[in-house]
């Protein structure tokens, strides 16, 4: 199972920018379906972005246009870059991997996961 550490989460003013990163270890992610959730309050995880082998990207309404998701798989990372972000992005970014899906955007497919970033955005 691939092991994921999240990177990147900080303070920001609202309409500020941060990129996450997330770094993979113990096997190649190439093949896997990876995305970005978060957990905001103590609502459920909600998927933020997906990037699947070859397919993807695609994102939650509510970042759509703000978010960008991309994945290396000769470094084995996967990166968001958030950028004009807003009070309601405030939560915990988790990164995750599918192994045995090319794409997916359910959460209950996802076999691995990090242990978080906080990401926290002040008006």
């Known amino acids: 199972q691939v092991q994921l550490v999240e990177s990147g989460g900080g303070s920001v003013e609202a309409g500020g920018s941060l990129k996450l990163s997330c770094a993979a270890s113990?096997?190649?992610?190439?093949?896997?379906?990876m995305s970005w959730f978060r957990r905001i309050g103590g609502k459920e995880r909600e998927r933020v972005a997906t990037i699947g082998v070859k397919s993807g990207p695609s994102y939650a309404r509510s970042v759509m246009g703000r978010f960008t998701i991309s994945r290396d798989n000769d470094k084995n990372t996967l990166s968001l870059l958030m950028n004009n972000l807003k009070p309601e992005d405030t939560g915990t970014y988790y990164c995750a991997a599918a192994s045995e899906y090319r794409y997916t955007e359910s959460l209950a497919n996802y076999n691995s996961w990090g242990q978080g970033t906080q990401v926290t955005v002040s008006s």
């Open positions: 113990g096997s190649a992610i190439a093949t896997y379906s």
